[in-house]
């Protein structure tokens, strides 16, 4: 029997025409029901409306990661806000059809927290999220496709959930790349056909699930014809998904400067290069977008503008001593595989930000600059018997090298150094575990190094083991505000005994 053509995507009828294939419906096709495929989509729809965030929540956890960038940080954070609650408040077609989407477009320097910035909003609030190059699609010359393949992509980072992927986020990068006037000759073409295929995106369509030019899911869409008869019409809605495009645009500030005349500005002699770029950046309109090669329909589409600033060295030391994605964690672990501690002093991190600024690629300096001090350290002490620790301070990164020969020689010379800083260690995890302030001394912390070496531990774990048994104690210490027990020797010999004097003599304090 043949099968009724008409329920063939066209793209698929063409595709099995130029394959020579028949099509032909099994028997039972005419007895399936209608396909039951939209009945959890309710279901999905609800973990997206469990979106219970306000903007300013947004922007703490924001701040926990980002340092700086605080205008984005808030504009970022109502702007996706509002674009889940009204996916939350529209609950019926006629709910929906006068909202304008709040794509937004962020602008800023290489480095300084753009990607870092959408990647942290995405994890918070649990959507699925997608981030793709523009200038990949501009390379391949057949574009429809592959834009669309960003909102396929979706789907794969929800699972397979349909419904899920039309509530993620899909974030584009290098977007000042793919604008006409700016793009490499020959690429106008792609760039404008691009931005053509992301705008029809950004507004409303709907994207097949599987992409005409994937022939082995063509031949997957046929198997399931013949088993059931009919074509499931799977697509995603891209009426929900949010889009954020970002770019460095450079050159950026000279059209805004143009634009809106120096005077304008107001600039003094005393604001700064960097000062005055900011300023610029900050005032971009759609406008300037299109006289950067952007057509207006696509920028139309973009309303919200965002911008980052530059990073000072003063930032960039924030982010090595405060972020809680900061890098030199990354560091810390990468040497403790190999049983070596390290520590990073503020000077030595003030001078790790001092050098990165000077490589003008904003947080990323970071990691150049990290990677060349420490790579001989790497390489060299995970073989060395004797060498446990060591000390990160502004010496050592002026002179690695002249630094680690002199460790080699001499693996002890930062031990009294190391101690003063676990004895800060201990002290803030004691109070952190148990709320409890302590005083550590030097000689405690050298007992309880040994001790830990005698068991192959690292000295806080060790230590943290040491003290678990006796939460129950604790509790019963008397506290008052200025209460600080020590931890000396003899407590770290004889810790119950320890505990029980700190409790006697709570009570004598009263
Ligand atoms: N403001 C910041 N606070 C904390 N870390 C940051 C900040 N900016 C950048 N970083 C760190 O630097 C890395 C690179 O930053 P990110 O990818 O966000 O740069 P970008 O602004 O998107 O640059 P590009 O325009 O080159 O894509 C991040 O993964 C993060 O670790
Ligand atoms: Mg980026």
Redesign the pocket.
Known sequence: MAADKSSLPEELQKLLQRQGVRIQAFPQAQNVQEDDAGDDADERRAKALQFDFKPSQIKDYLDR?????DDAKKVLATAVCDHYHHIQSCQGEDDCRDYKKQNIILI??????????VQNIARLIGVPFVKADATKFSETGYVGGDVEDLVRDLVHQADGDIGLAEYGIVYL??IDKIAGAHSVAGRDVSGHGVQRGLLKMMEETAVPLRSPSDIAGQMQSLMEFQAKGKFEKKTISTKHILFIV???FDGLPNIIKKRVGAKQIGFREDIGVLDKEHLLYEMARSVDFIEYGFEAEFIGRLPVIVH?NQ?TAE?LFK?LKY?E?S?LKQYKRDFLAYGIDTYFTDDGMQAIAGKAVKEQT???G?ITVCEKTFRNYKYVLPDHPVVREFVVGDEMIQKPQAKLEELLSNPEMYRDRVVEFQVSRFEEKFQQEYAIRVRVTPEAVLQLRRQADEVGKNPLDHFIEVFGGFEHGFNLLQKTSGSVFVIDEPVVEDPSQGVDNWIRESYQKD
């Open positions: 990661y980002v340092i700086q960038q800023g320097p290489t480095g300084v927290g753009k990607t870092y910035l990068d290098e970002s770019g460095a980052c990073l930032d982010i972020s994605g890098l904003g947080a990323r970071l």
